[in-house]
């Protein structure tokens, strides 16, 4: 009887090693299983921080926009807003500031901006389709991203003249800023990146991505951001615009800028037309 229970106790423990890995191996198998399974996101050379809350303009409109003879002509209105006027707010910004004041920033297709400080002025457009945004800035050149501070149209040029227009109505991402040279510390090390939505709220299925220098950040809400981190000399923004993970297809996406940031001479004005920000200004970091 002795020799039975002893074979039984044998036979089992024979099977159960053979059906069941060690402790030691399920372990293993399954950290390693987890380790698998984590994504470890690489370190980022760049940051993008939010902009504090900027100067409201909530009346700031756009009434009208012509192009006749190579001249546009814009009624703007609003009770505190004023083209040519400084953003009272500017200083604390900490990025390069227009001293020229608050101004149009005229997109024509996918070219840089052209910033307007009047609202007539004369301005050279091709013959041809073009898709048009004009909008109301603040004098460090942000947007006040509000569907009356803007005009979103798809026109139709001949001999300098607007002949037809129709509001556009695709989604559409329009690249603002940065543009050109920046010069100085205070104007290089925090670097502004705007653009400007049409047609569409982030959150529903859209995204963008800025692919700074190759590197890609996930934006999910529409407002300024300060782009730290960025090499002296030729930097590249890239902005798509995201639809579901994958790139919406719209008009003019994605948009690429090449801009430039050179080592200082303090008092130097970069781009043309923009005033270092103050350091008296700036807060601690």
Request: net charge neutral.
């Amino acid at each position: 009887m002795r020799a039975i229970l002893l074979f039984t106790l044998f036979t089992a423990l024979t099977f159960n090693a053979c059906t069941n890995p060690s402790t030691t191996s399920d372990k293993s198998t399954e950290n390693a299983e987890k380790a698998a399974e984590k994504k470890v996101e690489p370190t980022k050379k760049y940051t993008l921080t939010p902009f504090s809350s900027s100067t409201a303009y909530p009346d700031a409109t756009i009434e009208s926009m012509s192009y006749q003879k190579g001249k546009f002509d814009f009624k703007v209105s609003g009770k505190a807003y004023k083209l040519g006027a400084q953003t009272p707010d500017a200083a604390q910004k900490r990025c390069a500031n227009s001293d020229k004041g608050q101004h149009i920033h005229l997109i024509v297709d996918d070219a840089p901006y052209a910033a307007k400080y009047t609202a007539s002025f004369e301005h050279d457009v091709a013959d041809g389709e073009h898709h048009l945004l004009a909008f109301l800035s603040r004098s460090y050149h942000e947007s006040i991203k509000t569907k009356a501070a803007s005009k979103v149209e798809k026109v139709m040029v001949k001999n300098k003249t607007i002949t037809s227009s129709t509001p556009i109505e695709d989604p559409m991402l329009f690249y603002s800023r940065p543009k050109g040279t920046y010069t100085g510390a205070a104007n290089t090390e925090r670097v502004m990146l705007d653009f400007f939505l049409a047609n569409l709220e982030l959150g529903e299925g859209y995204t963008v991505v800025a692919s700074i220098n190759g590197e890609d950040h996930e934006i999910k809400k529409w407002q300024p951001y300060y782009i730290e981190g960025l090499p002296m000399g030729e930097n590249t923004v890239k902005l798509s615009l995201m639809k579901d993970g994958a790139l919406a297809k719209t008009p003019l996406n994605p948009v690429t800028r090449v801009f430039t940031l050179a080592e200082a001479v303090e008092d130097k004005i970069m781009p043309k037309g923009d005033t270092p920000a103050k350091a008296e200004s700036m807060p601690n970091k």
